[in-house]
Every structure is written in C-alpha cells, then in structure tokens.
C-alpha cells in the first residue's frame, strides 16, 4: 500500500511540475512615447502586478528600443504597469491563459505627464550612475539624505563627488565652475549659491559634463574654455508653480541657522529667492572679497599662508534671487544679483619643515589668530536674443563689489636642524581693503548657408581693482646675536588694478558632407598695475615718513595672439578635429621706485601647439574621448616685481621681470560606458600635463638668523601624469549596490631647494570603495578609503616623506510608524607618518531623530547631536620639495541642534507640499510608504 501512495504521489508531483512548467510563458513588448515619429522610451519601469493586491509579480527595465521582457510568467489575471519620470503611466489588463508562448502586447505608447506629482509608485530600483555620451548622469532618487537637506548633502553621497571643507564641488578631479538647474545658470560662476541652498528634494537628476564656451557653441568647435558644470534636472511636476521652504535652527553653545527659499518654476521661466543667517560655518555664497585679498592679512601676504575659507568658525549671512525669463519668442534674460557677509574667528597651530641643502633642516613654529569680517554684493545677467533663425547674440555683463576688514597676530620662532632656537617674532596686522570687477561680452554668430558656413564675431572687456591699507607691526629678536632685535612700524597702502580687452573672428567653411574648417584670429590686450606706497611713524606716531625699501610702483602689459586652423569631421559613430595654434606673445614691464625708473624690459615669446580632439561613440551608452591642448599663462604681479619687499624681516620677496609665459601641453582621455540591463556604470579618466617655462620658486635661507630670501624662475621640462577610475555596481537583487573610486597621481617636477636644483617626484594612491542597502526598513551604507602620499626629492633624499591617511564610516536612516525616523553617522579617521602632534585617530558621531507632522507631512521636527564623541579637529597637510606643513585650526565643537523645517507648494493641479519628499522605500508590495491623504 505504501508502494502504491509513493507511486501515486510521485506522479501528482510530476504532473504538477509539468504543469507548472506548460503554464509558464515570457510576456513582451515595445514602450514608445507619442509622437511624430513615435520615440523609443529606454529605461521605463515595467512591472507585471497581481491584480487582486496589486502585489509585484515580476519587473524589469526597456532597453535601448524600448523592448521588454517578463520571463516566467504563470497563468492569472494580471495588471501591466509602466512608469517613466516626465511620462503618464500606463495601465493594461493582461489575461495569460494556456501555453502559448512568447504573449506579445505589442507597442504601448505613453503620452506627456501634465502633473507628474500626483504619481507615488516607486517600480524598480533606482539608477544610480548613467554614462550618456559626454554626460555621467546621477539619479538622486537612489541617493538618501534626510529631511532639509541641501544639494550639497546629496553630492557628497556620490562616487566621484568631493565637497571640501570650503564648499568646493570637484567631480572626477576637476573643479565645478557653474550649477545649472534644468540648462539654464543659476548664480551664474558661483556655484556654491545653489550647493549650500537648494533643498535636494527638488532634483530629479544630476547631470556632470565640460560645457563649451558660447563662442565654441556659436561655431561648432572647441576654443579651450571648456568648463566643468553640473546641471540640476528638476522633478517634472515641480515646474508648474511655487515652491519651497524654510527651517529655523537654535542649539547648545549659542549656535543658530535660519534659511528660507522660495521658488517658481514654469515651463521654460525660473524665479528663486533665498536667504539666511547661521553661525554653523554655512556660508551660502562665494565670498569675493576673501578672494580678493588672499584670504589673510595684507592680502595675503602673511607668513605662514593666512587664513583660509572654511577654517576656525564663521558667521555669515546671505540673500539673493535667480531669475530666468523668456521676454519674447526670440528673447531670453536671466541673471541674479546677491549680498553676503561674514565674520571669521581663526585660531592656528602651524609647524613647518623647511628642507635644505646637504640634507640640513630647520623648523618653524607659529601661533596665530584672526577676526576677518567680509561684505559682499554682485549681479551677473545673460541675455540671448535669436532674430531669425540664422542670427544668434549673446551678450553677459557682470559687476562685484567687496570690502573686508582683518586684526591678525602671530608668534613664531624657528629653530635649527639640531633645535638650536634661531629666532622669535611677534607681528600684528590691521587690513582695510575693497576690491570691485566689472566686465562684459559680446558674442555675433550668424549663418550665412544651410551648409553650415558661419561667421562669428565676440568681444569681450573688463576692469578690476583692489585697495588695500595695512598697519603692519612686527618684532624680530635673532637669538644667536646680541642685541640684534629688529623691529617694522609701517603702513602700506596697495592699489592693484588692470584691465583687459580681447578680440576674436571666427568663420567655419563647410568641406563636403559632414567636413568642416575653422580658421579664428583672437587679440587679447592686458594691462596690469601694482601700486605700493609704505610710510613709517614719525616722532608724533604718525605715517608719515616714506619708506623708499617697501614702495614701489609695477607696470605689465601683455599682448597676446593666437591664429588657429583647424578640420573637422564628423561621423554618426565618431568625430575628430586637427588643428593648429600659433601663438604670438609680447610682455612689458616697468618697474619705479621713488620717481625713478628701476627696470624697463621687454619680450616677445612664439608657440606653436597641435590641437586634436577625438570622440567615439561605440553605441548611446558607450563613449570615448580623446583630448589634446595648449593654454598660455602670464606671471602674476608678485612674480614679475623686481624690488624687494621687506614687510616681514624673515621672508624677503624679490621678483623676476624676467620671466616668460607659462606654456601648459595638456592630453586627455575618458571613457564611460553604462550597462542598462545590469545598471553598472564604469568610467575611467587619464591624463598628462607637461609644461614649458614653468614659474617655480627659488628660496635660500640664512642658517644663522633664519632668514629667506625668494625669488622666481623659468624650468621646464615639469610633468604630472594621473588616473581615475570608477565602477558602480548593482549587485543582484533590488538591496545593495558597490561603488568604487580608484585614483593614481605622479608628479615629476624641477625646482630649487635652498638655492640648488632638485627633482621632486610626488606619488599619490587613493582607493575608496563602499557598498549600500537600502529597504523598506532602513537605509544603510558603508565605506572604506585609504590614501598614500609620497615624496621624494633627489637633494635630500634622507629627507624623504611617506604618509597614509585611512578610515571608514557608516550610516543608517531607520523608517519607523507615524512619520519617525531615526539617524546616525560614523567616521573614522587616522594616519601615520605625520610628525609628532599631527597624529589622527578620530571618531566623529552624529545623530538625530525626526517627525513629521502638519498636513501633506509639511512640517517636520528634527534634533541632531553633532560630534556625539567630541573628537573632531581641524587638521591638514602639505609637502612640496621645499618644505612639509602641518596646520591645525580652531573648528566648530560638540553642539545640539534642533529644526523646525516647513515645505510649501503651490502646483498647478493641486499637487501638494508632501511631493517635495524625496522617494520614500519601497515595501515589500513596491508601493511607495509616504503618508498620504
């Protein structure tokens, strides 16, 4: 009997499994948009849903036609569902009887979404990095942060995005000049402006590439002005009205953060207005007037560097507005215009080794501190007017203005290779400066065939001029003398000011099918000046009594030609361009000093450089670049003034009217390739520069009193080479994904130490990797990075330095009932091979918890413990083959801080302020769990 069940049983099993497998069948078909002719859509979210729960019985992605496939599939009754951002989504019934196999649902075509807000439903995993041509693409969606973040917070989550301590944006290596929001400027050079203020809930995608200069883009080829941006896509629906928010902070150890911004976006017209107030080292715009004067005292001119942006502890305030509007049909104008200001409190411990000759040493110590209060205000506008459909100008005016105010002292001393103490100093400085720059640009293109033949006009000026007066004081005692103590009582009043003019005309004759040639004639005419009057006290403790040792008056005027030819050819799988640049250049300077002519030299310089640019396009997702360019760049005034400048009695400065150009050679290689069906992106970037007529420093020091002595020379022969590559990975599943960074420098670079030539060669390694997870219950990400630096030097190779800089961190953000969530971060970092003090081991932890609340879940209340641990230091390093620094500034400690944060919204058809949200976890149905109505 029991044979006879085993039997029977065998064959239910069997039976079934047969039928299981006959009722299996693959569901296909082809997504288009609508339209004349109907386009592919690549990338739309296929999902197949039990139609009884609307439960996910399969999902996967359109290729590059728009094809699907939905492999085993069981008999039932089901519903089709397809997502696309910007597109309706789209519903079909689907029956799946019998065995009939593949079941083809034919084209399914979606139409324009009118208010994509509305739709909640979150498909498939989110792509995170696409390779578009010349574009790499993020998704923000797959990139967590928490509630009132800005685009800053968001970068930071992305691999090859570094935000530094400054508020700098460096993608792939190369820093971002411009943030664009959906193609058009926003806060035109100042990226920092849309950075540190726009809410991340707002993006859709963010998008990195070079974006050509208007003059490159009016003729089609490449003038080398390429710049690095990144353009923000707003989410569709958001483009239909107002929008916004707001947050007030207050927290322990009196610290505070106050910002609202307000926006509307319709159609191809942008309005933004913003403001804030914070002591939390947030400052929201770019400070020119910091700029301007270095950043420390008397421009910059202090001894061990000044003080930058981003160290010790600043408050600051901003407000300003953006705007975009479409005049007419042929019209556009856009701009912004903004004010800013802060107050720095800067407090440093810098030690530096200076490297000399024969393998001798000496050490400087320094203890400093700064107030420096700054005031800025700039507009910039754009204007493009078409008039007919072969006419196109440009026209961009700008103005800055800034004033800024610094008490600084310091205390150092310096001490020998054995620690014999050399000298003391004590010096203190007062700066009172205001700096402004105003320019304009003119850019005519005008076809003048359906060939392609243009003629192309531009003309562009501007004027800049910074006034500084500085009270210097200082106070030297050489200790290895008696009675040698040297004391500076002077005032110095600097005038830096210059103008440029530049000219260029462009035609491009088109060659046949697709074949172009360029032939472009650019003037540039530059004038700079250095006025320097200095007095010291006279018997009444006035400024009266000139110093002919400190004042000096600098003229430079450089007059700069570049002829270029050029061909280009351009195919549907690839393009290049051969060119050719000759480049004329005349110098002048005049140096005086009181009334009396010092020097009076002039220099013509001739370089010749090839231009080749080659693009292959292996398919939409795969490309290749290959760059190669030349770029002329003049000395700067300090550089070129031949009087020695005596303001610091340890650090004389002498320039050389000698020098010549920069010539910089530059080749460029890039290759990104994404693969949709896996979601894998990987880029790799290389790249050599070598450069003639390299400005370097030459400095020898008086062992006895420590004195240094600087000037500049020519070298060439100077190189770096460097690479990068970056992989991100899905892994299988809908849960994790890895990312990796990879990144290698050499530098090989000639120079002087202590008078003699030397080779330096400086070697960087840098590995980051990371892994994520997120779900319906938390997101979570971890990551590993290490760096090595090493620097060699052929004069004292006893002196050799060799550092690693490791560390790792964690997040997570746990979704709990009723609008709680939960939220921690964890960093670890340590190094070795830092002189003793400047050794790190440092746990930073941070954590929060927040509610939301109010209808649509509009407001929200959050408290954040910063520095839980209270480990955090400030703490940096640089070597070069004349000396290793080490810096450490006062940073922001321990603090508490709790948010009040309100969004608000106004969209044409009543979609609400809970669509702000960035994509909440999908549950294990796929359904989006934000709270709804």
Not at 654 to 660: A, S, T, V
Not at 805 to 819: D, I, K, R, V
């Amino acid at each position: 009997m029991i044979q006879r069940f085993s039997i029977l049983f065998l064959s239910l099993l069997l039976l079934g499994a047969a039928t299981g497998v006959v009722a299996q069948v693959h569901v296909k078909g082809t997504v288009v948009r609508s339209g004349e002719p109907a386009e592919a859509v690549e990338m739309a979210a296929v999902r197949l849903l039990n139609i009884k729960d609307s439960a996910m019985v399969k999902g996967t992605v359109t290729d590059r036609e728009g094809r699907f496939d939905l492999m085993g599939v069981r008999q039932g009754d089901y519903l089709l569902h397809v997502t696309y951002v910007g597109l309706d989504p789209l519903y079909q019934r689907l029956h799946i009887s019998g065995s009939k196999t593949p079941v083809d649902v034919g084209r399914l075509t979606m139409t324009e979404d009118g208010v994509l807000l509305g739709e909640a439903v979150v498909t498939a995993r989110a792509v995170e990095v696409q390779v578009k041509n010349d574009t790499v693409e993020y998704n923000a969606s797959a990139y967590k942060v928490a509630e009132g973040s800005v685009l800053e917070d968001l970068l930071k989550k992305m691999p090859g995005v570094e935000v530094s301590a400054e508020g700098a944006v460096t993608v792939n290596g190369k820093e971002i000049k411009k943030i664009l929001v959906d193609g058009k400027e926003f806060f035109s050079d100042d990226p920092k402006a849309a950075s540190k203020n726009l809410p991340a809930q707002i993006v859709d995608k963010v998008q990195t590439y070079e974006k050509k200069s208007d003059l490159a883009m009016l003729t089609g080829f490449d003038d080398g002005d390429a710049e690095a941006v990144i353009n923000l896509t707003v989410k569709p629906g958001m483009k239909q009205g107002w929008f916004g928010n707001a947050f007030a902070g207050a927290g322990s150890r009196g610290r505070y953060d106050v910002n609202a911004m307000l926006n509307r976006f319709v159609d191809d017209d942008q309005f933004s207005l913003m403001g804030g107030i914070n002591n939390t080292n947030n400052m929201g715009f770019t400070d020119f007037a910091a700029a301007a004067f270095g950043g420390g005292p008397g421009g910059g001119r202090h001894r061990f560097g000044g003080f930058g942006a981003g160290n010790g502890i600043t408050s600051s305030g901003n407000v300003g507005t953006n705007f975009s509007k479409r005049l007419m049909k042929d019209l556009t104008v856009g701009g912004n215009v903004r004010f800013s200001g802060s107050d720095n409190e800067a407090r440093a411990k810098i030690d530096r080794q200076n490297i000399l000759a024969g393998d001798s040493t000496s050490f400087d110590h320094a203890e400093s501190a700064s107030d420096t209060r700054t005031r800025n205000v700039g507009f910039n506008l754009h204007m493009e007017w078409k008039p007919d459909s072969l006419t196109q100008v440009i026209f961009r005016p700008e103005f800055s203005y800034g004033t800024t105010h610094t008490d600084a002292e310091e205390l150092t001393h310096t001490l020998s290779g054995s620690l014999d103490s050399v000298n003391a100093s004590r010096s203190r400085s007062r700066v009172d400066g205001h700096a402004l720059t105003a320019s304009a640009k003119l850019d005519v293109s005008r076809k003048l065939n359906s060939r392609g033949r243009t003629l192309t006009l531009s003309v562009s000026g501007g004027g800049n001029q910074s006034i500084d007066n500085t009270l210097n004081r200082s106070d030297t005692r050489f200790l290895l003398f008696a009675d040698s103590t040297e004391t500076i009582d002077q005032q110095v009043h600097n005038d830096t000011r210059g103008y440029n003019v530049r000219g260029k005309v462009a035609w491009v004759e088109p060659l046949g099918h697709s074949n172009f040639l360029h032939l472009s004639y650019r003037l540039r005419r530059t004038h700079r000046e250095l006025l320097r009057d200095a007095y010291l006290i006279d018997e009444e403790g006035q400024y009266t009594v000139p110093d002919t040792t400190t004042g000096r008056n600098t003229r430079s005027d450089a007059t700069e030609h570049r002829l270029n030819l050029s061909f280009k050819m351009v195919r549907p799988k690839y393009d290049f361009t051969l060119g050719l640049n000759f480049d004329p250049t005349q110098t002048r300077t005049v140096t005086e000093v009181a009334g009396r002519t010092l020097y009076d030299l002039s220099r013509s310089v001739v370089n010749y450089s090839p231009t080749a640019k080659l693009r292959i396009r292996f398919d939409k997702r795969t490309d290749l670049r290959l760059d190669y360019d030349g770029r002329t760049e003049q000395p700067s005034m300090t550089q070129l003034q031949p009087v020695a400048d005596l303001s610091d009695p340890l650090n004389t400065v002498i320039g050389n009217p000698d020098l010549r150009p920069t010539y910089t050679n530059s080749l460029r290689l890039h290759f990104g390739k994404f693969v949709p069906d896996k979601q894998s992106a990987f880029i790799f970037m290389a790249g050599v520069n070598y450069v003639l007529n390299d400005i370097v420093s030459r400095t020898t020091t008086d062992r006895l009193t420590g004195r240094r002595q600087t000037t500049y020379e020519n070298i060439d022969g100077n190189y770096n080479l460097d690479g990068r590559l970056i992989i991100n990975l899905p892994l299988p599943g809908k849960h994790f994904t890895l990312s990796s960074m990879t990144y290698a420098r050499y530098g090989h670079s000639g120079g002087f130490i202590d008078g003699s030539r030397n080779t330096s060669q400086a070697t960087v390694l840098m590995q980051h990797a990371g892994i994520s997870f997120r779900s319906s219950l938390a997101d979570i990400e971890l990551n590993g990075n290490i760096r090595h630096n090493r620097t060699r030097n052929t004069l004292s190779a006893g002196r050799d330095l060799s550092t690693l800089n490791y560390g790792g961190s964690a997040a997570f953000t746990l979704y709990l009932p009723l609008g709680f969530r939960l939220e921690s971060d964890l960093t670890y970092s340590t190094n070795s091979g830092y002189t003793d003090g400047y050794s790190q081991r440092e746990w930073l932890w941070n954590a929060g918890a927040s509610k939301s609340f109010l209808k649509n879940n509009a407001g929200m209340l959050r408290l954040k413990m910063y520095d839980i641990l209270r480990q955090r230091s400030n703490i940096s390093y640089s070597a070069t083959a004349t000396a290793i620094r080490y810096s450490e500034y006062n940073t922001l400690s321990s603090y508490v801080m709790l948010h009040f944060i309100y969004r608000f919204s106004l969209f044409k058809g009543g979609a609400n302020a809970s669509d702000m949200r960035m994509p909440g976890p999908p549950d294990r149905g796929g359904r989006d769990r934000r709270p709804r109505d």
